[in-house]
């Protein structure tokens, strides 16, 4: 059983399509159905089953899954311990942030980095914080720049780079615009667009209004901090965002409760071998 089989193994696992595998492995269709093949063959079991255009794990294939992905990074940490003892900064550092932190937070970090290591190739990968912090602790990424858990979680190690305040936010010809004495009871009155109930910003609002007994009133929720202000800005309701998306199209609304501090951070998993280049880019993001 070679590493090849298992990272095409994995790759049809994840894409759910023999051509997506195909498309992330630099390799052809064929060559990927010929490595599921010789896998297949070797175990002597089907990994998988084709329902229609769909790709679906069979059971061998859901009980070689976790340990083909534990194969995998075992072998990665120990090519990147190995790697670490040259001292030479290389290779690929795969990272996940989300959009907001990646459009806000990271662009000088990132031009800092790219101009002293341009040996080492950035993989970002811009999803949702939580996703960052998911891949991360299941070995999929080596890094997530991320909002941090409303409550500290131990299964990954946590760095606080920013803090994030959060204000409460309309647009100057809201209602809410004009009353004075604002508390989170009348909020609940008005529509509110959050993001998502996944998302840790939304579990922040979300508890300090159960704290109080309240329950919100939301209309619409998107993951994109970006779209919740454009939505806000036009009238549509107030929201919860960073304090540094406050602008001429919306104002900060005076509510008599504050809010919980929001940060920004890095996650490493505390169990794998961190790279020369991950070392070198939590030196550079630190100085920011």
């Not at 550092?93 to 989300?98: A, C, D, E, H, N």
């Not at 036009?234 to 304090?243: D, K």
Request: glycine letters at 6%; a negative charge.
């Amino acid at each position: 059983m070679d590493t090849q089989s298992l990272q095409a193994f994995m790759a049809v696992a994840e894409s759910g399509s023999f051509s997506g595998a195909a498309e992330r492995l630099f390799l052809t269709q064929p060559a990927v159905s010929k490595r599921i093949a010789v896998l297949e063959q070797q175990l002597g079991a089907r990994l998988f089953d084709r329902v229609g255009r769909r790709i679906r794990l069979t059971e061998a294939g859901e009980a070689l899954l976790p340990r083909a992905r534990k194969v995998l990074q075992e072998l990665e940490d120990m090519g990147r311990a190995i790697n670490n003892l040259t001292g030479e900064v290389s290779g690929t550092l795969r990272i996940g942030t989300s959009h907001h932190i990646g459009l806000h937070r990271l662009p000088p970090v990132l031009r800092r980095f790219s101009r002293e290591y341009p040996q080492v190739r950035l993989d970002i990968h811009f999803i949702d914080s939580e996703e960052a912090w998911e891949a991360v602790l299941h070995g999929d990424l080596e890094m997530g720049v991320v909002t941090l858990p409303p409550q500290p979680d131990t299964r990954l190690h946590s760095q606080v780079i920013w803090d994030d305040p959060l204000v409460f936010m309309c647009a100057p010809e809201h209602p809410l615009a004009r009353q004075a004495d604002l508390t989170l009871e009348t909020l609940t009155r008005f529509s509110a667009i959050l993001p998502s109930p996944v998302t840790f910003t939304r579990r922040i609002v979300e508890r300090l209004f159960q704290e109080h007994g309240l329950a919100l009133n939301i209309s619409m929720s998107t993951n994109y901090l970006e779209t919740i202000h454009m939505m806000v800005s036009i009238g549509l309701g107030w929201s919860v965002l960073p304090a540094t998306m406050l602008d001429q199209s919306v104002i900060e609304l005076a509510v008599d409760t504050p809010l919980p501090e929001r940060k920004l951070g890095v996650v490493t998993h505390p169990g794998r071998s961190r790279s020369n280049a991950a070392r070198a880019f939590l030196e550079a993001i630190d100085s920011e």
